[in-house]
Every structure is written in C-alpha cells, then in structure tokens.
T-cell receptor
Framework: KAGVTQTPRYLIKTRGQQVTLSCSPI?????VSWYQQTPGQGLQFLFE???????NKGNFPGRFSGRQFSNSRSEMNVSTLELGDSALYLC??????????????FGQGTRLTVV | GQQLNQSPQSMFIQEGEDVSMNCTSS?????WLWYKQDPGEGPVLLIA?????ELTSNGRLTAQFGITRKDSFLNISASIPSDVGIYFC??????????????FGQGTRLTINP
C-alpha cells in the first residue's frame, strides 16, 4: 500500500508570491490534515479536510487555505508569502472508522523556503 | 499554538542503554501517539495508544497511556544507532463530529554514542 505522497519535496519562493502544495493520502483515507513545522514553533496544526469539507482549522492567518478533491487528494495554498512562512509543511492522512479516526500517517513533507 | 510538555528535550546516551521520555498535558486526549522523525523526513508512527492505562509494545519500544488521559511515556530498551532522531508525542483531541487534530510535544532529540 502506497504511503502519503507530498509534492514537491522542495520549493524556493520569493516574498509576496503564492505557493500550492499537494498531498495524496493513503488509498481509502478520506481525512487529510496539514501541519507546519518550524524550529521555533514545532509542529502546528493548519487544517483538516474530510470528504471535501474543512472540518477544523488551526490558528493561522487567512493567507493559508486548502481544499480537498473528490479523490481525497488535497492541496494547500499560501498567498502573499512572508519570510516566516519558511517551514516544512507536512500532510497526514487518516481513516475514519465510524465514530473515531485511526492514527495519522505523515508524508515526507514539502520544504518551503521564502527568500 | 498549543503544545504538549515533552521531556527531556535532548538525551545523550551510550549504545545499549535504555531511554525514557514523557509527555504531559493540561487537556485530556482520546488518543496518544508517538512518532520518530529523521532529518528532512516526515514523522513516522511508532506506537498508538487508545485507552487510558493501556500499555503497548512495538519491539524494543514500550508506551503507556496515562490513567488520567493527560500524559504518556515512551521507553526504548537497549538502544541502537538507528534509534537516533527526534521523538514526538502527539495527543489527538476528541472533536465533536470527529475532526482530526493532533497536538504535538516539542520533541526529544536522541543522540547515541557508539
């Protein structure tokens, strides 16, 4: 079974630009969550999508957005990039089994550098 | 953002030694997870705990879900060089409607001297 796939692995962008990151979850997983990892703040929850609907959102500005497609693949977008957006962006997928989620499995991440 | 209190932040041990790390929270979690992350990679799931008081093993790793649901520990026995990395605890909140959200500890960086 293929794991969580994130593309691209590395990105370099200029301040003010926008960026789109992609995540393909494990087959059969309909929940996709996004996390930002920085040395200063650690791993922080961005948002979660399930069946194309955003179900939970972390404390990030509106420049951070996402969406999920009918095949459960997800994208996140960051507009008007700032230097502080440089981070490892991680995607995790989970299987929703009735009333509870199974554990979350992470992709390798996309390393975004804003210059 | 919210984080769990994970300790120690770093450990320097000799190969073959046992390792213990723990996480505490002011909030109750329905699930505790332990991950290991190597440089430049995503976290890899080591152990998942679903019930208060649960003790679970995965090879040389043992983890427990605290009875109060506010803490968890991870033990590694007889450490080997490939255990080097950063270990994270994560608590999964029980959000109404079932939304998935993990809260992470700051990580424990494990270094092993051969």
């Amino acid at each position: 079974k293929a794991g969580v796939t994130q593309t691209p692995r590395y990105l370099i962008k200029t301040r003010g630009q926008q960026v789109t990151l992609s995540c393909s979850p494990i087959s059969g997983h309909r929940s996709v969550s996004w996390y930002q990892q920085t040395p200063g703040q650690g791993l922080q929850f961005l948002f979660e999508y399930f069946s194309e609907t955003q179900r939970n959102k972390g404390n990030f500005p509106g420049r951070f957005s996402g969406r999920q497609f009918s095949n459960s693949r997800s994208e996140m977008n960051v507009s008007t990039l700032e230097l502080g957006d440089s981070a490892l962006y991680l995607c995790a997928s989970s299987f929703y089994a009735g009333r509870a989620y199974t554990e979350a499995f992470f992709g390798q991440g996309t390393r975004l550098t804003v210059v | 953002g919210q984080q769990l209190n994970q300790s120690p932040q770093s450990m320097f041990i000799q190969e073959g030694e046992d390792v213990s790390m723990n996480c505490t929270s002011s909030s109750i979690f329905n699930t505790w997870l332990w991950y290991k992350q190597d440089p430049g990679e995503g976290p890899v799931l080591l152990i998942a705990l679903y019930k208060a008081g649960e003790l679970t093993s995965n090879g040389r790793l043992t983890a427990q879900f605290g009875i109060t649901r506010k803490d968890s520990f991870l033990n590694i026995s007889a450490s080997i060089p490939s255990d080097v990395g950063i270990y994270f605890c994560a608590g999964q909140e029980g959000v109404l409607g079932g939304a998935q959200k993990l809260v992470f500890g700051q990580g424990t960086r494990l270094t092993i001297n051969p």
